[in-house]
């Protein structure tokens, strides 16, 4: 993997992660003006959760035509200057963290204590074609977003501010993807996500808890891949109707403490899946594929790495809505039986 540096004309960071050496980055033509992003968060005084306020982010970019798609290389509109590329990465134009927005004044409003938003999220654009996907893509293409998201997870956790990095993709338009190009996020928070907080709590109660789930679930009958180094499987306590997680059988905080042998591994391993989710339904599977990574400060060696792949569609042409009792109380209810979802996922072809 070959890693080039540039700016794009509004100053933002680029990032290009190519397969060959010899990338001479093309300049920004747009002329755009400085970002001036405005990202509050506040915290909830009844659950003390964070809660983010980005005004800025009603006026990004909702499912352009594929001849004006900001992801392309180097059309008019493309945030990638240059005519092809193998993966890029670019700092967001509306981004929900970053760490150029000012401070509130005043911290503390109606009971309300609030601070900037700082921190930093990242396009990961997977490939330079349009009309493809994650799960299409040759080994060596995903084994290269495998060390785009370890390169990224590394320099982005040694910012100041930052307490957690999230790798995901959204994919599918009844998730609320606004981009149709292969492509994935990063999130640089200013604090430890609600998630986090309750696993850690977890955690720290029960300790070696992630060995015990992962050796417990190798043994049941919800596993759905598996190899030398990691182990996909349907949880036990899955809320969605097609769930999976992957695992790696080494107990690593994050993405950029992967050796090179499970790097390897999991770009064969995790296209293996997309194509089984896939095939589920005959369709492309509208998910959601979030990479759980410890924390940077404390609690870091409490959580191991590990990805939570998820979908809204419970059948063919229906889709799970999240209603009173998940929206309101987070109490979830699956009507798809985990271990049925897993013989599903394993007998499917995976392409």
């Known amino acids: 993997m070959h890693r080039t540096r540039a700016r794009l004309s509004d100053g933002r960071e680029i990032v290009y992660y190519d397969e060959a050496p010899g990338r001479a980055p093309a300049a920004d033509p747009r002329g755009l003006p400085p970002v001036e992003p405005v990202c509050e968060v506040r915290r909830d005084p009844l659950t003390g959760d964070h809660v983010t306020i980005t005004a800025h982010r009603n006026a990004r970019t909702f499912l352009p035509p594929a001849d004006q798609c900001p992801l392309c290389p180097g059309g008019p509109a493309s945030e990638v200057p240059d005519p092809s590329y193998d993966v890029a990465v670019f700092e967001n134009r509306f981004p929900s963290f970053d760490v150029r927005t000012p401070p509130p004044v005043p911290p503390l409003v109606d009971g309300v204590e609030r601070s900037r938003g700082a921190g930093r999220c990242e396009v990961v654009c997977f490939t330079d074609e349009h009309a493809t996907s994650m799960s299409r893509l040759p080994v060596s293409r995903v084994r290269t ?7 990224r997870t590394a320099e982005l956790s040694a910012m100041p501010d930052v307490e957690q990095v999230f790798v995901f993709e959204n994919r599918g338009v009844e998730i609320g993807v606004t981009l149709h190009h292969p492509h994935g996020q990063i999130y640089a928070y200013p604090f430890v996500t609600p998630r986090t907080g309750r696993t850690l709590a977890q955690a720290a109660a029960r300790p070696g808890l992630f060995g015990d789930v992962l050796m417990a679930e190798r043994a049941g009958s919800r596993v759905v891949l598996s190899g030398e180094h990691w182990t996909a499987y349907v949880p036990a306590a899955a809320r969605w109707p097609v769930e999976v997680h992957l695992m790696p059988h080494r107990h690593v905080p994050d993405l950029a ?75 979830w209810i699956n009507d798809v039986p985990p271990e049925d979802a897993a013989a599903r996922l394993r007998a499917v072809p995976a392409g």
């Open 145 to 151: 977003v495998v060390d785009a998201w370890a390169d």
């Open 257 to 331: 403490a992967l050796g090179s042998a499970e790097r390897d591994e999991l770009a064969v391993l995790y296209r293996d899946l997309l194509r089984r989710c896939d095939a589920l339904y005959g369709a492309p599977l509208p998910y959601v594929a979030g990479w759980h990574q410890a924390p940077v400060g404390e609690g870091r060696d409490l959580v191991r790495l590990h990805l939570e792949l998820f979908s809204v569609r419970r059948a063919p042409g229906k889709i799970k809505y999240l209603a009173g009792s998940e929206s309101g109380m987070a109490a």
